[in-house]
């Protein structure tokens, strides 16, 4: 195993999940590929909850049933949410997303820039990508994004199979995100202490909630513009 193959393996995974649900997607009715996109909603706020109660749930010394971190939380998402407001990272996606939609040649597709980032924010956002890019770099140990890959292949089979060619386009955003932190890897892994990366996944898995209440066509959320919160989520365990 070489630095940097548990990367790669994510991205093309999810270039072959995409595929794979693309071309599944072309034989199925407009009836069924709405069903599977209420699927891939309810299995997407799932995983973002029962993530989070795993992280913020905890036993009291009495025995009953409690929250940690709700302060944390709180003050991470709101912060998170100012601070996103401000440097607009939903529209600059989206406007990612519309470039991207012209230079693959897909016009005419109404729902490429909503499934690349509905998609792209599904795959990015987590502790999985975090710690696995650095073990990938510093330990040459590519197995949690082994294990992510598994998962993501699927979650992008599904959404491409309901939301189309955008969809296979978040191999790029995870590309680039995992990439990043593959090569700040040396600075990062001191900082990213056990308690630092509960936080991060408690605050991460919300987001994730979030995704799959749009998918649902409930009230948007502008969850891009909520990812800062994820650094003030880490930053709050060093005060």
């Known amino acids: 195993m070489f630095p940097g193959i548990g990367v790669l393996t994510n991205v093309f995974g999810i270039v072959a999940g995409g595929m794979i649900g693309l071309g599944f997607g072309r034989l199925i009715s407009a009836r069924l590929q709405k069903t599977l996109t209420v699927a891939c909603a309810v299995s997407v706020i799932f995983l973002g909850l029962t993530g989070t ?37 939903e529209d600059r996606l989206e406007d990612f997303g519309v470039w991207l939609k012209k230079r693959s040649g897909s016009s005419g597709d109404t729902r490429f820039v909503d499934g690349f980032v509905t998609t792209s924010l599904t795959v990015c956002i987590g502790a999985m990508a975090v710690i696995g890019s650095i073990n990938d770099r510093l330990l040459a140990d590519p197995s949690v994004l082994f294990a992510k890959t598994a998962l993501d292949t699927i979650i992008v089979m599904i959404m491409s199979a309901s939301m189309g060619k955008g969809c296979i386009f978040s191999a790029l955003s995870v590309g680039v995100f995992q990439g990043a932190i593959f090569f700040a890897a040396g600075f990062l892994q001191p900082v990213m202490t056990a308690e630092a990366l509960s936080a991060l996944s408690a605050v991460g898995d919300i987001l994730i909630f979030c995704v799959g209440t749009n998918l649902l066509g409930l009230p948007h959320i502008r969850v891009a513009n909520f990812l800062p919160a994820l650094v003030i989520a880490v930053l709050w365990t060093y005060c």
Do not use: P, Q
Request: charged share 15%; proline share 0%; aromatic share 6%.
């Open 53 to 89: 109660v795993k992280e913020m749930l905890v036993l009291t010394g009495d025995g009953t049933v409690g929250l940690t971190g709700t302060y944390r939380m709180l003050a991470s998402l709101i912060g998170g949410a100012l601070l996103g407001e401000v440097l607009n990272f």
